[in-house]
């Protein structure tokens, strides 16, 4: 007999989720955690998307650990001296349902772990899975474990993060390859609650927050940062791709370095002082290099199944794991009314992922890793956005004004791109955001 219906391995976000929606449902399952607590084991350096907890956890923004709320947000584009901003900032966002936070991950996800053992689910915390349990039929049926012996389940819900070595042992994930995976490095640093407020244009005394993500800025490697505000604290990092960091032979904490050194950033950070370092990889192959999610007693969620949306404008996660957490619930749920463990009788999970936005958006911007990531992108457009802009704003009387298009063409020439480029990139573009 089995010791849990089912046992759900990573109590972060996914996990959690999925932990408690099968506790709502009636049946025993047991949430395992490798770390002495949920979330102590996640680095983050992003803002969590909430609107997926309203139906989970109604009115959730009253109770879960939040720092700010996100009411600016900018994207900005770098070069060795100059910075092209879009700043954008709504008062919508700065009152229920709310549209994005900042939180610390040890703070959230122990809290959402939380929720699932109100719910009824055992946690099982400083425990590792290190392997399958098959049963005499060949289907999953438990996870071995370094503390608590074999653990027997109906199904296995694989949460363990973007390296997930149960879903490589499973054979779901034949295509694995560091390509499909970039490095995010981050600092903490401390500033008092009133001077971060100042610095990001913030209204005092609240609680909204500004998160600012950025293209350019990372020595050459594809990649990306971001700055963004807790209560008391600035979060800056970057998010590297993992070849281009080994070629460079540059240290992620030099990228962070070169960020805070910059003109456009140093006034945001000057005088803080650093509290935390932290790195993580991130899934951010998107649609095309996600494994299988289905196996015989085996489903694959969150990170481990790739589900990370890492797309220029949209740079979201938690709440795809949220998403992908709960479509695993509802399928184990069928799939144990039924008495059917087999991949046949779990295939509903990719159903339900492909019927809902997890794998909808995921499908949409399946072009977005290539573009984003593209010299392109990283260098060339932003070069030639920030000189033109520098050209139009310079005033170089006596000599007359040129025009927008004037200066453009001349810059277009100079930068040695091919206008094919530029419409292939185009065409990307408006499939991906349009």
């Known amino acids: 007999m089995p010791d849990f219906e089912v046992v759900v391995v990573g109590a972060g976000p996914a996990g959690s989720i999925a932990a408690l929606s099968l506790a709502r449902l009636g049946h025993s399952v047991c949430l395992l ?186 020595q050459g490697i594809a990649g990306g940062g971001f700055v963004y505000t807790n209560l008391d604290t600035i979060s800056i990092g970057a998010v590297l791709s993992l070849g281009g960091l080994s070629a460079s032979k540059v240290r992620p904490e030099e990228v962070i370095a070169g960020l805070k050194a910059h003109p456009s950033l140093a006034p945001l950070v000057d005088g803080a002082e650093l509290k935390e370092y932290s ?64 991949k046949a009788g779990l295939v509903s999970y990719k159903d339900r992922l492909e019927a809902t936005f997890v794998l909808r958006n995921h499908r949409k911007t399946r072009k977005a890793a290539h573009l984003l990531l593209s010299d392109r992108l990283q260098n060339r457009y932003p070069q030639i956005a920030c000189d033109l802009l520098e050209q139009l704003y310079t005033v170089e009387d006596p000599l007359p004004k040129r025009g927008a298009l004037t200066i453009g063409r001349a810059l277009w020439k100079g930068s040695g791109l091919r206008i094919r480029h530029a419409l292939r990139d185009g065409r990307d573009a408006l499939k991906i955001y349009g």
């Open 33 to 218: 955690e490798r770390g002495p607590f949920p979330g102590s084991k996640n680095v983050y350096g992003g803002v969590i998307y909430g609107r997926i907890l309203d139906e989970l956890i109604p009115h959730w923004w009253e109770h879960a650990p939040v720092q700010r709320w996100i009411t600016r947000r900018g994207t900005m584009l770098l070069t060795d001296h100059q910075s092209l901003c879009i700043d954008y900032r709504s008062t919508a966002w700065a009152q229920a349902p709310y549209n994005g936070a900042t939180a610390y991950r040890p703070d959230f996800d122990k809290w959402l772990a939380d929720e699932a053992v109100k719910a009824g689910a055992t946690l099982v915390s400083s425990t590792t899975a290190t392997g399958l349990v098959r049963t005499n039929r060949g289907l999953v049926g438990g996870v071995k474990t370094d503390r608590e012996g074999d653990l027997m389940a109906n199904v296995v819900i694989a949460c363990d993060g973007v390296n997930s070595f149960l879903a490589k042992e499973a054979g779901l994930y034949p295509n694995f390859s560091k390509d499909h995976l970039t490095l995010g490095v981050k600092e903490v640093l401390a500033l008092p609650r009133q001077e971060i407020e100042a610095r990001f244009g913030i209204r005092s005394g609240t609680n909204e927050g500004a998160d600012l993500e950025i293209v350019g800025g990372t």
């Open 279 to 342: 790195a993580h990889l991130i899934p951010e192959g998107g649609f095309d290099a996600m494994p299988e999610v289905v196996g015989d007693g085996l489903l694959v969620a969150g990170d481990a199944a790739g589900l990370c949306l890492a797309a220029g404008l949209w740079l979201e996660g938690v709440n795809y794991a949220i998403g992908s957490g709960k479509c695993a619930a509802d399928a184990v749920h069928e799939a144990i009314a039924k008495g059917n463990f087999s």
